[in-house]
């Protein structure tokens, strides 16, 4: 366990941006994971919805530092082609 005042300071800190760096990824994680189950169930309109939102979240959690750049685009095309093959299956 750290001892100096600064080393101590550090600690605290570390355990901030922790708790603030889960709580971003949880949040991230969610969101895909309701998109996945929007998509799962077959509801076109749903799952664009929760689409746009999901987007919202990684581009989020990418300006924080929470993803990767790559990590976020690909997780969007992902979903992205996930999402279109459902609408033309659909229509």
């Not at 189950?37 to 999901?54: I, M, N, P, V, Y």
């Not at 581009?59 to 924080?64: H, M």
Request: aromatic share 2%; glycine share 2%; hydrophobic share 40%.
């Amino acid at each position: 366990m750290a001892n100096h005042v600064s080393a101590l300071k550090r600690a605290r800190q570390t355990e901030r941006k922790t708790a603030v760096n889960r709580a971003n990824r949880s949040r991230v994680r969610k969101a895909i994971r309701a998109l996945r189950e929007a998509l799962a169930k077959g509801d076109a309109a749903a799952a664009s919805e929760q689409f746009r939102k999901t987007v919202s979240q990684i581009d989020k959690s990418v300006q924080k530092g929470i993803l990767h750049d790559n990590t976020a685009s690909r997780y969007k095309s992902r979903l992205a082609a996930r999402l279109k093959a459902l609408s033309a299956k659909a229509a």
